[in-house]
């Protein structure tokens, strides 16, 4: 294994923790292709080996909207119950594709 395929990025904008809202999705799949952009330009490409996660009040119907993510870490939607499960259910499906 690649030292690039032991790293896992987390990317939450300073700005969403502890919003009531996430960063709009569009902002972060730029956001997050700049991170693969740069991660490529160190590391010779292994940037598709590389999984970011992203975070910043990240609910129920916003993983599906994460082209450029491969997951979520949760906050305080992860409490609920319902949200999880709503959340779990997204990212099952996700893992499918």
């Given at each position: 294994m690649s030292e690039a395929g032991?790293?896992?990025l987390a990317y939450e904008p300073?700005?969403?923790i502890g919003a009531s809202a996430p960063a709009a999705p569009d902002y972060v799949?730029?956001?997050l292709g700049a991170l693969r952009r740069q991660i490529a330009s160190a590391?010779?490409?292994a940037a598709a080996a590389v999984p970011i996660v992203y975070g910043g009040?990240?609910?129920p119907r916003f993983l599906?909207?994460?082209s450029a993510a491969n997951g979520l870490f949760?906050?305080?939607f992860?409490?609920?119950p319902e949200n999880f499960g709503t959340i779990l259910d997204e990212a099952a499906r996700a893992n499918k594709r």
């Amino acid at each position: 294994m690649s030292e690039a395929g032991r790293l896992i990025l987390a990317y939450e904008p300073v700005w969403a923790i502890g919003a009531s809202a996430p960063a709009a999705p569009d902002y972060v799949n730029d956001a997050l292709g700049a991170l693969r952009r740069q991660i490529a330009s160190a590391t010779g490409n292994a940037a598709a080996a590389v999984p970011i996660v992203y975070g910043g009040s990240a609910g129920p119907r916003f993983l599906p909207s994460l082209s450029a993510a491969n997951g979520l870490f949760l906050g305080h939607f992860a409490h609920d119950p319902e949200n999880f499960g709503t959340i779990l259910d997204e990212a099952a499906r996700a893992n499918k594709r």
